[in-house]
C-alpha cells in the first residue's frame, strides 16, 4: 500500500485518541496476573496490542474485547503446571517480547518467544543476562536475539531477586525486570541512567505492589532507582482504569499543525507522563505555541487536552535525559527540524538504530530522499532545516512511526510525498490516516 499527502488548506478542529500503547501492553498483561476481574477502557486496539492479546491466550488467558473496552479475567496464567513449552508469536512487536519474557519468567512457565524477521534482529543480551543473573533458564540466539526459549523450573522454587544497575534507559527492559521479580524470594532493585518512562511503576502501585521509584538529577546526570518487594502469594488487585490518549500518537498531529500555515487543533485527552512529554519541551524551546489545559489525573497517570497552533520554528538541540522523554518521536521530531529555520542537534540517542527500524540511518535515508539536508552521526544526526522539503517517494522500512512521519512531510512539500508500505501506519494509530484527513489533511491512496 501507499500514502501520498500534498500540501492543503489548514488543519482545524478537535480529535481524541486512541488509547496509550505502553499502557495498554501493561493493562493487558498485569491484569493477566491478577487476582480477579480487570475492566480497561480506551485500549489501544492495534496491531502490536493484538500480538500481546493472542499470546495471552496461548497462555490460556481469558479476555473481551468490546469496542476498546478490555475485560480480562487474572489469575488463568498461574499453575498450569506445562511442561511443554507454548510458543508465542510476538510479532513486531519489542515490548510483547521483552514484558512477557519477565512474566512468564516470574511464573516459570515454559515458552519460546519469537516474531517477524525485525524482531529477531532486535537486541535481546539486554534482558537475556539479568534474566540469568536470576535463575531463568533462558536460551537466545548466538547474536542473543530472539528466538528466546525460557525454560520451566520446578514448582514453587522462586527466583534470585536482583540489584542491577541498567545499562541503557530502557523501560522495556526494566518492566522485564521488575515483572521477573514479582517472583523473587526478596526485594530488588533497579537502577538506571535516564528517566524512561514509568508506567509500570505506577500500574503496579495501583495494583497495591510494594513499590517506590525515586528520580531526580545530581551533577547533571539523572538517576532513578526502583525497589520492588515481591507481593505474598503473587497477590496483585486487578485494574480498573481508562488509559489516556497515546501522545506518542498525538505527536504526529502536533507536528502536523506546526507545520501548517494557519492550523490551529485541539486534542483532547492526551496522557502527559512527565516520562513521555519530551516532545513538548523540545517543540516548545523551538517556539511552539502549545496550551495545555484541563490537566487531571486517569487512575495515577496525568492527561490534559493540548491546543495546537502554527508557528514558525527555529532549530534546536536535543540530547540526554530529553532524547529518552522523546523516545519514540524522533521520526516525526525530526519532520519539525526539516521546517524549522537552523540547524538542529540530536546527539547521545544511538538508542534508535534499535527500534522498529534503524531510526537513525533509515530516517536519514528516506528525508534525503524528499530533498532534507541532513547528516548521519554514529548517535543521531544534524538537520539543516528551513530550505524547503521537495517530495518524492520514499519508504516506511517496515516502521510505523517512520511511515507517519513521512505522510506528515508531504504537508510541507513542494510535489508529493508517496509512502511505500505504508499499511504497517495501523500498527500503533488506528484511523492515522482517517483522523488527518478530518483535520483537512491532503491524503489520499498513493
Ligand atoms: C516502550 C519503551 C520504549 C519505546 C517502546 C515502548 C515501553 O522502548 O521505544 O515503543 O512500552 O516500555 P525502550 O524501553 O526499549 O527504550
Redesign the pocket.
Known amino acids: 500500500m501507499r500514502i501520498a499527502a500534498v500540501p492543503g488548506s489548514p488543519l482545524s478542529g478537535q480529535v481524541s485518541l486512541p488509547g496509550d500503547?505502553?499502557?495498554s501492553?501493561?493493562a493487558a498483561l498485569f491484569a493477566a496476573l491478577a487476582d480477579g476481574e480487570s475492566q480497561v477502557d480506551n485500549f489501544l486496539v492495534a496491531g502490536v496490542t493484538q500480538v500481546m492479546l493472542e499470546a495471552l491466550s496461548e497462555l490460556g488467558v481469558a479476555w473481551k474485547l468490546e469496542g476498546s473496552h478490555l475485560i480480562v479475567q487474572g489469575r488463568a496464567m498461574y499453575g498450569g503446571g506445562q511442561t511443554e513449552a507454548v510458543v508465542l508469536n510476538c510479532g513486531n512487536s519489542?515490548?510483547t517480547m521483552?514484558?512477557l519474557a519477565g512474566a512468564v519468567s516470574a511464573l516459570g512457565i515454559p515458552v519460546v518467544l519469537d516474531g517477524s524477521p525485525g524482531l529477531r534482529s532486535r537486541p535481546m543480551k539486554?534482558i537475556v543476562e539479568p534474566l540469568r543473573a536470576m535463575g531463568v533458564l533462558i536460551e537466545a540466539s548466538p547474536q542473543n536475539t530472539a528466538p528466546l526459549v525460557i525454560n520451566a523450573r520446578s514448582p514453587g522454587e522462586k527466583l534470585k531477586p536482583l540489584d542491577y544497575d541498567l545499562p541503557?534507559?530502557?523501560?522495556?527492559?526494566?518492566?522485564c525486570l521488575l515483572l521477573a521479580a514479582l517472583g523473587a524470594n526478596g526485594p530488588t532493585v533497579l537502577r538506571e541512567p535516564g528517566p524512561?518512562?514509568d508506567?509500570?511503576e505506577r500500574m503496579l502501585r495501583a495494583m497495591n505492589v510494594d513499590l517506590t521509584r525515586r528520580a531526580g538529577i545530581t551533577d547533571n546526570n539523572h538517576f532513578a532507582e526502583v525497589h520492588l518487594a515481591p507481593p505474598e502469594n503473587h497477590d496483585l488487585s486487578p485494574l480498573s482504569i481508562k488509559i489516556p490518549g497515546d501522545i506518542?500518537s498525538a505527536a504526529f498531529l502536533i507536528v502536523a499543525a506546526l507545520i501548517t500555515p494557519g492550523s490551529r487543533i485541539t486534542i483532547q485527552g492526551v496522557g502527559l507522563n512527565p516520562t513521555r512529554t519530551g516532545l513538548l519541551d523540545a517543540l516548545q524551546t523551538m517556539g511552539a505555541d502549545i496550551k495545555v489545559s484541563n490537566q487531571r489525573h486517569s487512575h495515577g497517570e496525568p492527561m490534559g487536552d493540548l491546543e495546537i497552533n502554527y508557528q514558525p520554528l527555529l532549530g534546536t538541540q536535543i540530547s540526554g535525559s530529553l532524547v529518552?522523554r522523546m523516545?519514540?518521536e524522533m521520526p516525526i521530531f525530526a519532520i519539525a527540524a526539516a521546517h524549522a529555520q537552523g540547524r538542529t542537534v540530536v546527539s547521545q540517542a544511538g538508542?534508535l538504530r534499535?527500534?522498529?527500524s534503524d531510526r537513525i540511518s533509515d530516517l536519514c535515508r528516506e528525508l534525503r530522499r524528499l530533498g532534507v539536508k541532513v547528516e548521519e552521526k554514529p548517535d543521531g544526526f544534524i538537520i539543516s532545516g528551513g530550505e524547503g522539503v521537495r517530495g518524492g517517494v520514499v519508504d516506511s522500512h517496515g516502521d510505523h512511526r517512520l511511515a507517519m512521519a513521512l505522510v506528515v512531510a508531504g504537508l510541507i512539500a513542494q510535489e508529493t510525498v508517496v509512502v511505500q508500505n505504508s499499511e504497517i501506519v495501523g500498527e500503533?494509530f488506528p484511523g492515522f490516516r482517517e483522523v488527518l484527513v478530518d483535520l483537512g489533511g491532503d491524503i489520499h491512496n498513493g
Request: glycine share 4%; no cysteine.
Open positions: 500503547k505502553s499502557i501492553h501493561r519489542g515490548t521483552r514484558l539486554r541503557i534507559a530502557s523501560a522495556q527492559v526494566k518492566t524512561s518512562r508506567h509500570t506518542s529518552v523516545i519514540d538508542e534499535y527500534k522498529e500503533s
